[in-house]
């Protein structure tokens, strides 16, 4: 999608990419084979470039490091990826900067032989289940487990090889994303503030705005931009949060562009991809206001018979202003495929058209997520 956004401005890109049928490698020209974790790669990559960029996390930070102290402009730069990659440095960079976060405590690696008893006594203060990250690796909720007693926390600390963060088991009301464009000299703008549904670690539907009352979205706003600029962000960054008690949380942050914000590309004046390039090449930012009253996105994932949503493009562009992106990708039961957006005057409509756009390509919408009459 940053490619699309590129080419419409005719920005030359190359795609660092593990294998030629990556979505990116799809409908990029200029794609280089290798890994974003391995440092010659990332060297081969950077003497091509003006400006290295990311579109996910899994990054080599230390030849990053490298790379950025040989002049090579990195953007957002290591600091600001650091923040993002590593849930302790997040959690304990934010509740240094006295931004919400919910309880937590680090469980370093090197500890291994205390860690148990670490959780028994984090348990005791804020009672089971807690909640158990990996502090590096993780996306769409891998790498988090809830675990309701100690008995079954000794096979989740198996699974983890590095450093941990406990959590409190936060009660949510709901799941609000706020994204925000920041340049290297610091101009800043951020998008109406998103609420997300979430299944399972996965963001699963994007409602803008959102139910909650807008001094809420405005006041998640604001904490968004207070940490982009705390991380020195430069280019997007998206920060999610929960509602709690009539209490906003800052659960986590990516550092790239961020698919609670896919919906700015049909419902946006810019979209987030473009927003990130222009920021990232230090160009004037682009309008943030959204196009329509109401927006919906849901993302498409594989259903259980991993039917390709290809086969039924033409029921899913049947319905009424449906804005159908789909990603190449091989369909695989529960493997992200794709997402829909409708931009509408109502709730109820732009989400019940969405939901059927998305079932029609074969997602399959959990009984969780309720729709009303439109
Ligand atoms: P990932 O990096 O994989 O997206 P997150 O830390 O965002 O992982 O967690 C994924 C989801 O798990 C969240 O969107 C939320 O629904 C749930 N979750 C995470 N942390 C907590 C918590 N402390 N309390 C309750 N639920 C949580």
Redesign the pocket.
Known sequence: MMSEAASALALPIVVLADAPTDAAALVTRDVVLGSARSADDLAGLAARCDVMTFDHEQVDLDALGQLEHLGHRIRPGTQTLHMAVDKAVMRSTLEAAGIPV?AFALLAASERGEHLSAIASFADSHRWPI?V?SARG???????WIVPSLEEAAPVLEKIEGDIVL????S?DA?LATLVVRRPGGQIASWPTVETA?ID?VCREVLVPGTLDPSVAEEAAELGRRVAELAQAVGVFAV?LFWSNGTLLV??VAARPHNSGHWTIDGSETSQFENHLRAVLDLPLGGTERTAAHVASVNVFGGPSATDPAEHLGEALSVKGARIHLYGKGARPGRKLGHVTVCGDTAGEVRARAWEAAEALGAVRPTQIELVEP
């Open positions: 919910p909640v990250k993780g996306y769409d909720g891998k790498g988090v959590e409190e088991y936060v949510i799941e979430q670690g999610e659960n986590e």
